[in-house]
């Protein structure tokens, strides 16, 4: 099935009452259970079920409307050139909702999260993207076929709907509409998230590029199906019982077995840089004198660091550049 096949599904039947420009706001997320390999690469379906965590106020805005000529996208005020990678991700994006080929798009975002940093600016993006083209257009679309359009964006993005915990159901279905994702609704208010910017630059190898080697080419990749299949139940758990060591021990273990079916594939895929390993040790450290915090990382270079706010303090001493999402 087409992604357009797809959209023409979940849009059938619905009136439209468009309105002229919408404002929408969707939260970074970060998987502690992570969403790695496809089983449909046009409908970004996934292998496995995945469970991330908002960022709260670190995310993308979006203002949108419609215009004329062309799509106009500005990016954190800087309006982007119509023939840039973005812009022809975005518009192709698009071109799935258009009324008539000559309606066009002014999508303007503000990402209050470092841009394309491994820090899942693509995520929060294509789901403030979705929400506001359901608003704009007036369709109505529940949050779960919301999450199904993110998802048709990015993976990734179909967990960026929502605060808090959100899983991210693996479906079953071919035409994916059984394949999205929704809140947990436990509160968690002393689990922190923080992140570490070692390397702001551009990544050698897209996540979509090293899932794509690492599923076709990685002996490891047969093990981690089961590997998620654990942590996800153990994640679940430790959510139900506020169990921190739990939860971040599963999310340190998964990210780092996550990273070992990269670099069994070939060409292999490391993101990890001489900082990555530094910041690593040092979590450790601080783990083995006695303070709890544990480590997640993305397709990237740069830690994410799990504590609780009674550590808050302590965590800045030791990491200074600490960016805590809230
Ligand atoms: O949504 P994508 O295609 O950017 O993939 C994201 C993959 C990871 O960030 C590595 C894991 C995850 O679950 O977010």
Redesign the pocket.
Known sequence: MTKQECVNQLLANRSETPLSTVKSFAPA???L????GKRDTEL?LPVTS?L?MALGTLGSHCNLSFCEDHDQVILNEAPLPSDSPFVTRLSDYLDLFRKQPDQYYRVETINTIPTAA?F?S??SGFASIALALNTLHGWDLSDRECSILARLG????C?SLWQGFVE?HVGHQDDGLDSFAEPIPTPWTDLQIGLLVLEAGKKPI???D??LRTVKTSQLYKAWPQKVDTDIQTLRTAIGKHDFDQLGATAESNALT?HATMMGAWPPVVYWLPETVVAMHKVWQCRREGLSVYLT????PNVKLLFQSQDEAQLLAEFPNLLIAR
């Open positions: 997320n970060i998987a259970c992570k969403y790695w970004n995945s991330s491994g899942a693509s995520a990015s993976g990734s993005a967990r991210w897209s996540s979509r090293a899932m996550m990382m993305d397709a990237g």
